[in-house]
């Protein structure tokens, strides 16, 4: 092994280990590779706020249309009650960006250059006390 692969394995070690919680992606601008035990870890603490929250908003960052329509169906395969509209008419060119509302299940999609990678959740609630948070970004692979 040359000494580069030996610093980038270091280098990607170092950085597996500081995404400790869900809240430290937040810090980044596009998704990053994360271990079996990181997903398994952060799936947990996330279907914990998304299920005590009222809502969801989704926000995904992907290289073309269709990678961010797969990202949002491995959502929806995922969770029965994660559902929205028609999908087949969303189109873009190029990077996108996709937001998607569970409450009113709406979904947009605009090309957008210049964005990281990823899948970014937002926890929303009815009442206006309860403010809400973003996670993410997530791989896009991340609910699959």
């Known amino acids: 092994m040359e000494w580069k692969d030996i610093?980038?394995?270091i280098f990607l070690d170092i950085k597996l280990m500081e995404i400790k919680k869900l809240v430290d992606l937040n810090k980044l601008r596009t998704a990053p590779q994360l271990s079996k035990r990181?997903?398994?870890n952060f799936l947990?603490?996330?279907e914990a706020n998304i299920f005590n929250a009222d809502w969801i908003t989704i926000g995904i960052m992907a290289p073309t249309d269709n990678k961010a329509i797969e990202a949002l169906q491995s959502i929806s395969n995922k969770y029965s009650s994660i559902k929205f509209g028609d999908l087949g008419s969303l189109h873009a060119d190029g990077c996108v960006f996709l937001k998607a509302n569970q409450k009113t299940s709406n979904v947009f999609v605009r090309s957008e250059n210049g964005l990281g990678e990823g899948i970014l959740i937002t926890c929303q609630y009815d009442e206006d006390f309860k403010e809400s948070n973003t996670y993410g970004p997530l791989p896009l692979d991340f609910f699959k």
């Open 38 to 40: 990181q997903e398994k």
């Open 7 to 9: 610093w980038l394995r």
């Open 44 to 46: 947990e603490e996330l």
